[in-house]
């Protein structure tokens, strides 16, 4: 079923610390997921995706590790900055372009 | 710089009276856009699918002539709320795919549309 929208968990680090960022999908047909970031009063942004028959992809200081056996992802931000404080959520396609919203998570970063 | 535009950003309307947004994807075309909604502090939820020259498709639970879809042109879908309520109040967000290579899912999305109704 579909994905639904839940009151965000908050997740607060350290400047200069990494994060680490959980979600778990809902269908197992989905071949493609996607991190994005949201933040205040805009649209969400890309950042980082991956294909289901990877397990780890990694971009500049953030890293996505898919496990499909449990259905879950995770972003991981090295040296988390101020700048990265926002809302992301984890996405998924269970069929063409028809994307699917995770329940996210707040990031607060400490300076 | 953006890809898909949002219009308006923010509007504001009576109860009762029916609102109009518009996605436009800006140097792509885009023969299917997707329109989703938010509420404070909750994640995005589909709406529907709006495909160019054709019937927009809903999710479940969407009610179909209450939020019209037209998607006249490979460039331009726009979303009607109809006889608007308070509890229609929330964050539009638009969306459309620009494949950036086969099988590609990324989706760009608009900066959102706020509607507040009175």
């Known amino acids: 079923g579909e994905s639904v929208g839940l009151h965000l968990p908050t997740l607060s680090v350290q400047e200069g610390d990494n994060s680490i960022i959980n979600c778990a999908y809902s269908?197992?047909?989905?071949?493609?997921f996607i991190w994005y970031k949201q933040e205040s009063g805009k649209g969400p942004q890309f950042i980082i995706d991956?294909?289901?028959?990877?397990d780890k992809r990694q971009g500049q200081r953030v890293t996505v590790l898919l496990n499909k056996t449990v259905k879950h992802l995770s972003l991981q931000i090295a040296a988390t900055q101020p700048g990265d404080s926002a809302v992301y959520f984890c996405a998924e396609t269970p069929g063409g372009f028809k994307t699917i919203f995770g329940a996210g998570t707040r990031l607060f970063v400490k300076a | 710089g953006a890809v898909v535009s949002q219009h308006p950003s923010r509007v504001i309307c009576k109860s009762g009276t029916s609102v109009k947004i518009e996605c436009r994807s800006l140097d792509f075309q885009a023969t299917t856009m997707f329109w989703y909604r938010q509420f404070p502090k909750q994640s995005l939820m589909l709406m529907a699918t709006s495909n160019e020259g054709s019937k927009a498709t809903y999710e479940q639970g969407v009610e179909k002539d209450k939020f019209l879809i037209n998607h006249a042109s490979l460039t331009l879908s726009t979303l009607t709320v109809t006889s608007a309520h308070p509890e229609d109040s929330s964050f539009y967000i638009c969306?459309?795919?620009?494949?950036?290579?086969?099988?590609?899912?990324?989706?760009?999305f608009g900066e959102g549309s706020r509607l507040t109704v009175l």
């Open positions: 269908n197992s047909a989905s071949d493609y």
């Open positions: 991956i294909r289901s028959n990877m």
């Open positions: 969306s459309a795919p620009k494949g950036r290579g086969k099988n590609t899912g990324e989706l760009f």
